[in-house]
């Protein structure tokens, strides 16, 4: 079999796409996408991509949602920090928030910036994650991993 493609996994390691058309998972022992070939030729094993039937929290705390854009590289761990100690948003988070409508930029600060949970069903979840080309089935990781912080 031959492997056609590949991405980055929901929160770890790569996903193959083979010819057969089936998604197989390199594990997070190599979570860069470029070289997954050379995992492959140096011993390393794919197995069946099965994604997650965990529930989806409904809420999460702010110190899970931040601490969780770290744990994924998303933000660095000093915008978590002053994101939960001082309600200073991350860049990425400012940059999403610049790209809105002048109307609804300052109600989107105020409510990124005092918001004690964050709502997995909230439009700007998607909206927000949506800028690191994440879907909903990423979403929902996110979600769940964030929760077991």
Same mark, same amino acid.
Not at 64 to 80: D, N, P, W, Y
Not at 115 to 125: D, G, K, M
Not at 132 to 147: F, K, N, P, S, T
């Given at each position: 079999? !031959?492997?056609?493609?590949?991405?980055?996994?929901?929160?770890?390691?790569? +996903?193959?796409?083979?010819?057969?058309?089936?998604?197989?998972?390199?594990?997070?022992?190599?979570?860069?996408?470029?070289?997954?070939?050379?995992?492959? !030729?140096?011993?390393?094993?794919?197995?069946?991509?099965?994604?997650?039937?965990?529930?989806?929290?409904?809420?999460?705390?702010?110190? $899970?949602?931040? $601490?969780?854009?770290?744990?994924?590289?998303?933000?660095?761990?000093?915008?978590?920090?002053?994101?939960?100690?001082?309600?200073?948003?991350?860049?990425?988070?400012?940059?999403?928030?610049?790209?809105?409508?002048?109307?609804?930029?300052?109600?989107?600060?105020?409510?990124?910036?005092?918001?004690?949970?964050?709502?997995?069903?909230?439009?700007?979840?998607?909206?927000?994650?949506?800028?690191?080309?994440?879907?909903?089935?990423? +979403?929902?990781?996110?979600?769940?991993?964030?929760?077991?912080?």
């Amino acid at each position: 079999m !031959k492997y056609v493609s590949a991405r980055h996994g929901p929160y770890g390691g790569v +996903i193959a796409i083979g010819d057969d058309g089936n998604e197989y998972h390199i594990p997070d022992v190599n979570t860069d996408v470029s070289p997954w070939p050379e995992y492959l !030729k140096a011993g390393g094993t794919l197995g069946a991509y099965i994604p997650s039937t965990e529930p989806v929290p409904s809420t999460i705390s702010d110190r $899970q949602f931040f $601490q969780q854009l770290a744990v994924g590289g998303l933000i660095t761990e000093s915008e978590a920090l002053a994101a939960v100690q001082t309600g200073t948003l991350p860049a990425a988070i400012v940059a999403f928030i610049d790209q809105l409508p002048d109307e609804q930029q300052f109600p989107a600060s105020m409510l990124l910036t005092g918001a004690t949970s964050f709502e997995r069903a909230y439009p700007l979840t998607e909206a927000f994650l949506a800028m690191y080309e994440m879907d909903g089935e990423h +979403i929902d990781q996110l979600w769940r991993d964030a929760i077991q912080l």
